[in-house]
């Protein structure tokens, strides 16, 4: 390891917190510009179904292109990897800002998501390099402390924005934090590599990609123009399934698999990492729907709408605190597995809500939320890790990262199509009567319904839209509680005994191969 004195490390840490910002504050933002972009006038026009790819996109770009960072900085260092990352990101925020369609949106922040991957395994590298072990722990705290910091600033700067400027103004954010983060990582960074390094994976990374996308836009579709009984949509479904399948079978053929699937064979890896994947699912899709309710069915401005995210960012930042004390003293099974019941408890309260359900009401349910969510993550990741040998951390950590973000899609792809398809089932009675290129137009969403009583003079309509809206979202909360009440019966039951003492055998079955996935 080089050795870098005490205050480079901390210009070196700067850099690497401001860059991970970068990251955090573009996954919450979008959610206050989603109302704003179903406008066929102030915004984009978009369907529901191009909203939930504008979202979910991002997180399996950026959950599949994980692994290609890792080895592309073992290659040709983390520092340039991590560079590259943010000229990409850059790039397509100036692209998605200036979109002229939802379907250039779309791809902008599929790029987004590239560069989003590409900047945070360097960053744990860099930091691996910099720190001596006895600070590495805390730089890694304060590195991850930006979660906290750009879920909390992104919807409200967003929120901000999007009610003096266009809705593309959200991703003018970025550009002058890519510039900072730039000009900080040419002078600041240093640029490791590894001396071993390991192949890019490029069967594993098509794979991975192709059968995310072909679940996800069965999943989505299925919601959307016709219905589940299409061909189309249960082909898209099974060939995302036979082709998640191949990207498994061909990890376990590797020595050195980029996705290591034996590590599954630890029970308790595998039931803390499903739990994470459904509490991320949850937490994704319930913020795709609220921000319809706050900003479309309540008509709150995108500034309300973002400050009602402080509650929920400051419950994340007290829960992860405190749920990492309490674990070290009653054990996760008890800490963790009551704060994910506690989030299948708050997703059933959304049923509470309705048009003028007190606000108060509301932060307080968003608290309730964030606290479950911080005491989940961080006592949950720091067991599932502690479950493999040290020289495995590296390869579970990069899986616990990755299906945090599959969770992320699924959440948009699932919680999203049922919003969707049960809103157009629901509000098809009140269209009766109208021509027939309204009704269709009016019958695709609730913004869309809302924009055709407005046209028409049919204020009926808008009431009409907000009920069917607001049934849409109870089912939807219903299907996410349930969810995610079997991931808090799947972590108890893991993590109820007593952490059990490895064979050898069992060690060294673990062991083998020994760098495999590497971070």
Not at 281 to 286: A, F, M, P
Request: charged share 10%.
């Amino acid at each position: 390891m080089s050795t870098i004195d005490l205050p480079r490390q901390r210009r070196i840490l700067a850099i690497l917190v401001v860059s991970a910002v970068l990251i955090w504050i573009d996954s919450t933002v979008l959610g206050i510009a989603l109302e704003r972009l179903a406008d066929p006038v102030a915004g984009l026009g978009a369907t529901p179904g191009q909203l939930q790819w504008a979202v979910g996109i991002y997180s399996l770009l950026f959950a599949t292109a994980l692994f290609l960072a890792g080895a592309l900085g073992d290659r040709y260092g983390h520092r340039t990897v991590l560079m590259a990352g943010l000229v990409i990101f850059g790039a397509a925020s100036a692209w998605a800002a200036w979109a002229t369609g939802p379907v250039a949106l779309i791809l902008a922040r599929a790029a987004m998501g590239l560069g989003g991957a590409l900047i945070m395994p360097p960053s744990m590298a860099i930091i691996g390099w910099t720190f001596p072990p006895e600070r590495r722990a805390g730089a890694i705290a304060i590195w991850g402390s930006s979660a906290g910091v750009g879920v909390a600033v992104g919807p409200v700067l967003g929120g901000l924005l999007i009610d003096h400027f266009w809705w593309g103004s959200v991703f003018t954010i970025n550009l002058p934090i890519v510039a900072f983060g730039l000009v900080g990582a040419a002078l600041v960074l240093p640029n490791p590599r590894s001396p071993q390094r390991r192949r890019l994976d490029p069967l594993g990374l098509g794979l991975s990609t192709l059968g995310l996308l072909g679940l996800s836009y069965g999943l989505i579709e299925g919601g959307h123009q016709g219905g589940w009984n299409r061909w189309q949509v249960w082909a898209s479904i099974a060939g995302g399934l036979v082709l998640l399948a191949g990207f498994i079978v061909s990890e376990w053929r590797e020595r050195e698999p980029s996705f290591d699937p034996r590590l599954f064979r630890n029970r308790r890896f595998a039931a803390g990492n499903f739990a994470l994947a459904v509490v991320f699912l949850l937490l994704t899709g319930q913020s795709f729907y609220l921000a319809f309710y706050l900003q479309g069915a309540r008509g709150m401005s995108a500034l309300s709408a973002g400050l009602m995210s402080l509650p929920a960012a400051c419950g994340v930042i007290v829960g992860s605190q405190l749920g990492a004390r309490l674990a070290a003293r009653f054990g996760v099974a008890k800490v963790s597995g009551s704060a994910v019941f506690m989030l299948a408890v708050c997703s059933s309260l959304n049923l509470l809500y309705d048009v003028d359900t007190s606000l108060v009401w509301i932060g307080v349910i968003g608290a309730l939320v964030g606290l479950s969510i911080g005491m989940t993550t961080a006592p949950t990741t720091t067991a599932v890790l502690a479950t493999l040998p040290l020289d495995r951390m590296g390869a579970g950590s990069a899986v616990n990262n990755v299906l945090r973000q599959v969770g992320s899609v699924l959440g948009v792809a699932i919680l999203g199509t049922v919003v969707s398809s049960t809103y157009q089932h629901r509000i098809g009675s009140a269209l009766t009567g109208l021509p027939e290129g309204a009704r269709e137009a009016a019958g695709t969403s609730a913004e869309a319904t809302r924009h055709v009583a407005g046209t028409l003079g049919r204020p009926e309509l808008v009431k009409a839209a907000n009920d069917a809206f607001i049934h849409a979202m109870h089912t939807a909360a219903l299907v996410g509680a349930g969810i995610v009440l079997v991931g808090a019966i799947v972590l108890v039951l893991a993590f109820r005994s007593p952490t059990p003492s490895p064979s050898p055998e069992s060690s060294a079955d673990q062991r083998e191969p020994a760098d495999a996935g590497r971070s």
